[in-house]
């Protein structure tokens, strides 16, 4: 039993301060919402420009190695 009892706590305790938290949150505001989307929506243009502009130098160079051989 206290094998049992030994698993079972940590797991009451984590699901009671999960509990906790989920009733602290709350939602944002539109104006937070939207501060939030347009950063992450800037993360994602500055992300696929680097991927982009990595591709494009490392497709010559490639060129380079594979047409050597």
Request: with cysteine.
């Amino acid at each position: 039993m206290d094998a049992l009892n030994s698993v079972i706590d940590p797991l009451r305790e984590f699901a009671k301060d999960s509990t906790r938290l989920v009733k602290r949150c709350q939602k944002p505001d539109q104006k937070e919402y939207t501060k939030i989307a347009s950063r992450v929506a800037i993360g994602f243009v500055v992300m696929g420009f680097v991927g982009f502009f990595v591709k494009l130098i490392f497709i010559p160079i490639n060129n380079i190695i594979v047409g050597a051989a």
